[in-house]
Structure formats: C-alpha cells, structure tokens
C-alpha cells in the first residue's frame, strides 16, 4: 500500500513539472545572443588564422557556419591560402572566397606568353618533361590549365606554378593526369626512342623546354608541341606508329608558324 502510494506521489510530482514547464515561454539561442556569440566567436579564430601580412586586406565573417572571405590580395596564391586556412577554423562548414587579387593587370597576350614559357621549363630534370602536354589560355586574367600531365606531381606543379605568378587573377585547372600504368610507362619510353632515336628528330631532345611531347593513356598515344616542318610532324606519327603494342596515335604536333589543322578541340 505505501509503494502505491508512493508511485501515485511521484507520477503527481512529473505532471506538476511538466504544467509548470508548459507555462515557461521557449527562449531560442537567437534570442539570447548565444547563436550570434557562436558565430562571432568562429570569425575571431577565422580572422586569426590570416595574421600574415599578405592577408592585412582581408576580412572574414562566419554566419551559419559559411565563412565569407572578403578583401583584397596581390596573388592568387594568396587567394586560395586565405580559403584553406579558414577552412579549418572549427565551427565553420563552408567558404565563400570573394577575395579580389589586386596586382598587377597584364595584357591576356603577354601573360599566356609567359606562363606558356615558365610551364615550358617546368619540372626539368625530373624526366617528365617530354610527357606533360599541358595548355595554357587566359582570358582577363583568369587562366585556365588544360592538357595532360603524367603525375600528380607534375599537375599540382603546374598549377602552383601559375598561381604564384603576379597579374594571374584567378586558376581554373582542368588538367587531365595520365593513368598510372606500367604499361602504358612502357609505351611512354618505347615512343621517346623511336622518336628522339630518329636522326631528323633527335634536335628536338636538345632544348628540355621544346620536346615532342608524349601522353599515353590505356595504350593510347598522343603527340602534342611545335616542329619545324610538317615532314617532322609526319615523320614523328609514322615512328609512334610504329611502335609494337599501341592501340592509336593521335597527332596533335604544329607546326611553326602554321594553324594546326589536327588541333585537339
């Protein structure tokens, strides 16, 4: 009898509480500045990850977890830092990058003439120069990477490479990296040879910046760069042709000062 009375005492006690809870007016985080604390709190360590003096004209504000990035860079490098170091901030999910690179404006012309030289020369001495066919287009300053790379590697050095470079506002990189293959760096070197071996095309091997470039992949081979003759450039696809084991060539070489007629799209 008294345990009775007991669960009937505290079954009285719950539905008290739960009347008297019913009746306290719902007090939301907004309300009580605890949802704004948290955002400000999250721009302050946004804010303090961007101490260094290449990022004095930036701005950060987090709201919802989206940080928005705003301001002013000399480098686009210095554009996509900004973001990655935020990125990490805890509390934030997101980032809106609207950062403006603020160098110097260099006419489209001259700036794709100086990447396209600078990129020429890139990773030289690692021996994957002659297997990179990477492109370069720039447009109001924004430049877009195309092409083939034969690593990662070679990708993220290209890319690094113009972003570091002063009057590039903006990098789209649209690179396609080789499939790794032990096959097709078979095909790779087996092409070289036959290409650079031949004595009407070995000149092509003395300037490390100017080589017939060579992208394989699956057992597919493309030709890409600038000869001097369309008999080089007709002699370069007969000897990758030639080569046992290949599924296609494709012939993608120019020549100098000449439209090319086989540009790839």
């Given at each position: 009898?008294?345990?009775?009375?007991n669960i009937?005492?505290?079954?009285?006690?719950a539905?008290?509480?739960?009347?008297?809870?019913?009746?306290?007016?719902?007090?939301?985080?907004?309300?009580t500045?605890?949802?704004?604390?948290?955002?400000?709190?999250?721009?302050?360590?946004?804010?303090?990850?961007?101490?260094?003096?290449?990022?004095?004209?930036?701005?950060?504000?987090?709201?919802?977890?989206?940080a928005t990035?705003?301001?002013?860079?000399?480098?686009?490098?210095?554009k996509?830092?900004?973001?990655?170091?935020?990125?990490?901030v805890?509390?934030?999910?997101?980032?809106?990058?609207?950062?403006?690179?603020?160098?110097?404006?260099?006419?489209?012309?001259?700036?794709?003439?100086?990447?396209?030289?600078?990129?020429a020369?890139?990773?030289?001495?690692?021996?994957?120069?002659?297997f990179?066919?990477?492109?370069?287009?720039?447009?109001?300053?924004?430049?877009?990477?195309?092409?083939?790379?034969?690593?990662?590697?070679?990708?993220?050095?290209?890319?690094?490479?113009?972003?570091?470079?002063?009057?590039?506002?903006?990098?789209?990189?649209?690179?396609?990296?080789?499939?790794?293959?032990?096959?097709?760096?078979q095909?790779?070197?087996?092409?070289?040879?036959?290409?650079?071996g031949?004595?009407?095309?070995?000149?092509?091997?003395?300037?490390?910046a100017?080589?017939?470039?060579?992208?394989?992949?699956?057992?597919?081979?493309?030709?890409?760069?600038?000869?001097?003759?369309?008999?080089?450039?007709?002699?370069?696809?007969?000897?990758?042709?030639?080569?046992?084991?290949?599924?296609?060539?494709k012939?993608?070489?120019?020549?100098?000062?000449?439209?090319?007629?086989?540009?790839?799209?």
């Open positions: 009898m008294k345990t009775t009375k009937l005492a505290t079954a009285g006690i539905a008290a509480l739960a009347l008297s809870v019913a009746g306290i007016p719902q007090v939301s985080y907004a309300a500045g605890f949802g704004a604390a948290m955002g400000q709190d999250s721009s302050g360590d946004a804010q303090a990850k961007l101490k260094k003096s290449q990022f004095k004209d930036v701005k950060v504000t987090v709201e919802n977890g989206i990035l705003s301001g002013t860079v000399s480098l686009y490098e210095y996509k830092d900004a973001a990655n170091r935020v990125r990490k805890k509390g934030v999910t997101a980032v809106r990058n609207e950062i403006q690179v603020s160098g110097p404006n260099v006419e489209d012309n001259e700036l794709k003439t100086k990447l396209a030289e600078k990129l020369y890139d990773r030289v001495g690692y021996g994957t120069t002659p990179n066919a990477i492109t370069v287009n720039v447009e109001n300053g924004m430049v877009t990477l195309g092409g083939h790379a034969y690593s990662d590697v070679d990708k993220d050095s290209a890319v690094a490479l113009v972003s570091t470079y002063p009057g590039v506002k903006d990098v789209s990189d649209e690179i396609e990296v080789d499939p790794t293959s032990i096959m097709d760096d095909t790779r070197m087996a092409v070289a040879r036959a290409i650079y031949y004595p009407s095309l070995n000149r092509y091997a003395s300037d490390p100017k080589p017939i470039r060579i992208s394989v992949q699956n057992g597919h081979v493309e030709l890409y760069g600038v000869v001097d003759s369309k008999a080089d450039k007709d002699t370069a696809y007969l000897r990758a042709n030639a080569v046992p084991g290949i599924f296609s060539v012939n993608y070489l120019q020549v100098a000062g000449k439209e090319n007629e086989n540009e790839k799209p």
